[in-house]
């Protein structure tokens, strides 16, 4: 899934690449997918982005968003664009093609779930576009500790777990369950672990494992079991995850288990992350 460490990296690797291409054909919904959204009629794609030169790209949390003139073209969640060379062989299921001047494509393919979204700019009035939009990213000083710290405080997040304060209800819009694995075990707490159990100094190393892991995990351009814009696996080589499954943890070299919990699966240490 896009998460904020792959929602920036794609982000730059849009504008060092795509900046100044031209869109000569589209396609929406070539392939209908069950677990994703379009923003309005994806018949109405085509038409609106040709002719559109792509003109710059930002991430919001663990959105990519696109900017084509006057129009953004927004990715979220399990919506991975891939660029293909001029007269490579596209794979054939897809649900957005942008063709380029260049001969190109950018190709986005849906796995799971996800959202494409092509919009002028100020038309989208989403709540879970606008929340990302207007919270502080964990990658900018005006993520600091006394943010967090009022996170922490609030009375509906007191009662939460570890995993559900941080990667639910859009406390910190990119922070999902992907990047939360590592997170935790930095900061060496167990998933299920209570917020309202964490001392002072807990706290204190949370907020710096949020922040320095998502910082790392961003400077190596997104984690290992995700793919960037030309289809290679990210360069941070994540600690907990499916391919570190029953594998010593280098911290203490205890096993790495899964757990299915809260709607997803969970990868942690028996032995560093204690419930």
């Known amino acids: 899934m896009i ?38 009629d994806p018949a109405s794609y085509p038409g609106l982005l040709v002719g559109r030169r792509i003109t710059g790209a930002t991430a919001w949390a663990g959105h990519l968003s696109v900017e084509a003139d006057d129009l953004r073209i927004v990715l979220s969640e399990g919506a991975f664009p891939q660029l293909y060379p001029a007269d490579a062989a596209l794979p054939p299921r897809h649900q957005l093609r942008i063709d380029l001047d260049d001969g190109s494509t950018l190709l986005v393919t849906v796995a799971m779930y996800g959202g494409i979204q092509v919009f002028h700019d100020g038309e989208n009035n989403n709540p879970y576009y606008k ?56 900061a060496r707490l167990h998933p299920k672990r209570k917020v309202t159990t964490l001392t002072d100094a807990e706290q204190e190393v949370l907020f710096a494992s949020v922040t320095g892991t998502l910082a ?33 943890c280098p911290r203490c070299g205890a096993r790495v288990a899964k757990m299915a919990y809260l709607g997803g699966a969970v990868y942690f240490c028996t032995d560093c992350q204690v419930e």
């Open 131 to 186: 929340v990302a939009m207007a919270k502080p990213s964990p990658l900018t000083d005006a993520f600091d500790a006394a943010y967090f710290a009022s996170l922490l405080v609030d009375s509906r997040a007191r009662a939460l777990s570890a995993k559900a304060f941080l990667a639910t209800g859009q406390r910190i819009p990119g922070l999902g369950n992907g990047v939360l694995q590592d997170i935790l075990w930095n």
């Open 216 to 248: 790392d995990m961003t400077t190596a351009g997104g984690r290992d079991t995700e793919r960037d814009l030309f289809g290679r696996p990210g360069g941070y080589a994540t600690v907990m995850s499916r391919t570190t499954l029953e594998l010593p």
């Open 3 to 40: 998460e904020l460490p792959e929602a920036a990296a794609l982000a730059t690797q849009v504008a060092d690449t795509l900046i100044g291409r031209a869109v000569t054909g589209a396609e929406a919904n070539h392939t209908p997918h069950k677990m994703m959204g379009f923003f309005g």
